[in-house]
């Protein structure tokens, strides 16, 4: 079953246009972004507080991003995970009830040592 069309104005006021959050734009900001940051990473289990602030300070800057492209009328949620890379098999999944304007970009780095993934979510308020 086809998804239904996209909604750019309001259903009580087609002269009220409702922004949608452009997710190309994070989207291409934010692949070169993992490129460089974490192409030389190497999974420390010796130094966990470096892991854990590579992760978080990528979704802070990912954030940043967001609110330099649309400072107001969304709220902003970033989700990271970094693992080490083991060859491991993984799954996850997102399910939502939202509007038309509201968008999802999910993003994935890896390298022989690590898997990045990063999920960004521009809600409409």
Not at 6 to 24: E, L, M, V
Not at 76 to 83: F, H, K, Q, R
Not at 92 to 104: I, K
Request: charged share 20%; aromatic share 6%; net charge positive.
């Amino acid at each position: 079953m086809p998804a239904p069309p996209t909604r750019t104005t309001s259903p009580a006021s087609s002269s009220t246009s409702k922004p949608i959050f452009p997710a190309d734009q994070l989207r291409a900001w934010i692949r070169p972004l993992l490129a460089t940051t974490l192409r030389d990473v190497v999974y420390d289990h010796a130094d966990p507080g470096r892991m854990k602030e590579l992760s978080r300070g990528l979704s802070e800057k990912i954030k940043s991003q967001m609110l330099a492209l649309h400072p107001r009328g969304f709220k902003y949620i970033i989700t990271s995970t970094l693992t080490e890379n083991n060859n491991q098999a993984g799954r996850g999944d997102l399910v939502c009830h939202w509007e038309g304007t509201d968008v999802a970009v999910q993003e994935m780095f890896s390298n022989d040592s690590i898997i990045f993934v990063v999920l960004a979510l521009a809600v409409r308020v």
